[in-house]
């Protein structure tokens, strides 16, 4: 599993500079950049699959998850940047792991913007939420994330840092400066909507977070699935 995290992370990092470099040809085939990127992140799972070390259960968990955490933004959409779609995410890494939690990220971006919408901005926010699952999965075991405190904490910075990496793709885009003074505008500019995601992320953890692992726990121990995660 090291060596897969570590494949994971060379090839998020390899797409994230696509993003950068390449922004006019992520512009113009955007959707199929995205489909590529969820193809990419599976490519680990479904090789599990065939070799039967995951089963047909944890397949349709992960989906279910990930519809969810898609799903569940679409409700909040009148209210710019509140949604607990971060907290699914986030809980669920968690509870299963940080591969498990990258394709629930990156997944929830492209499910919920088939009714919100798809542009250029999707993939960028396929690497901000399937990033903020796949941490948030390898603190699992760490103090950070069994105690509540830092559990906020890190759903409180993954709000602002997730503003600050969207505002990015504008700059990238062509549709402004790409200068440090244009990149420091948008952030002060896109405050309250970043704290707003913030305060969301700490609110919904808060409430549900534990609830929410405790049950994917109990899931995992009743039925034997994400076994490989839990032994590591």
Known sequence: MAKEKGITVIGVAIFFLLLIFFPKFIIQHYLLISILFIIAILLPSIIRFSRKNMTSREMVMLAVLAAIAGVSRIPFAPLPSVQPTTFVIIASAIALGPQSGLVIGASAALISNMVL???????????????????????????????????????????????????????????GDLTLETFILLNIQSFYFDLAHALSNVFFLLLFSTIWIKILNRFKE???VFQEDREE
Request: aromatic share 24%.
């Open 117 to 175: 919408g798809q542009g250029p901005w999707t993939p960028w926010q396929m690497v901000c939420w399937g990033m903020a699952g796949f941490i948030a999965g390898l603190l699992a075991k760490t103090f950070f994330m069994k105690r509540m405190t830092w559990r906020l904490i890190y759903g409180f910075i993954i709000g602002f840092i997730f503003g600050w990496v969207m505002n990015m793709w504008i700059l990238f885009s062509g549709l």
């Open 222 to 224: 009743k039925y034997g």
